[in-house]
């Protein structure tokens, strides 16, 4: 179940622990508010339950039913009930999702995400991972 407890405790483990020498490039997401460097072993380890996550999402997200939504729409899940009120909460969702390859902005040019609602970007949740 989609909630914004486990999305921060999955979120917080998935976090590099020390800095390491050599930083992979690619776990480095860059979501709406942050910058976060993950650790692949604990992001790996996580993938099915970030994947269950991503799936409580409403349809509108998902490559398959909707083609992606604004960010804005994230608040609620997939049956209409809201599980977080924090902007910051719902973008760690996403940064989860980059890291294991699921998730990607629709438009990945941040400069056209202020001709959109609210000046927030379009996610879509892509049905296999790159």
């Known amino acids: 179940m989609l909630t914004s407890e486990r999305v921060e405790i999955v979120y917080k483990s998935c976090l590099f622990s ?23 072993e604990r992001i790996e380890h ?14 509108g997200f998902h490559e398959k039913t909707g083609g992606g939504w604004s960010f804005l729409q994230a608040c609620m899940d997939k049956n209409g009930n809201q599980w977080t009120g924090m902007h910051l ?38 049905e296999k991972p790159k």
């Open 89 to 126: 909460t719902m973008d760690r969702l996403f940064q989860l999702g980059m890291a294991i390859g699921k998730v990607e902005y629709v438009f990945d040019n941040r400069d056209l995400w202020q001709i959109l609602p609210g000046g927030m970007p379009y996610i879509v949740i892509k």
């Open 18 to 40: 020390t800095t390491p020498n050599v930083i992979d490039p690619t776990k480095v997401i860059h979501g709406i508010m942050s910058k976060t460097l993950f650790d692949p």
């Open 46 to 59: 996580h993938r099915k339950e970030i994947d269950e996550l991503l799936d409580e999402l409403p349809e």
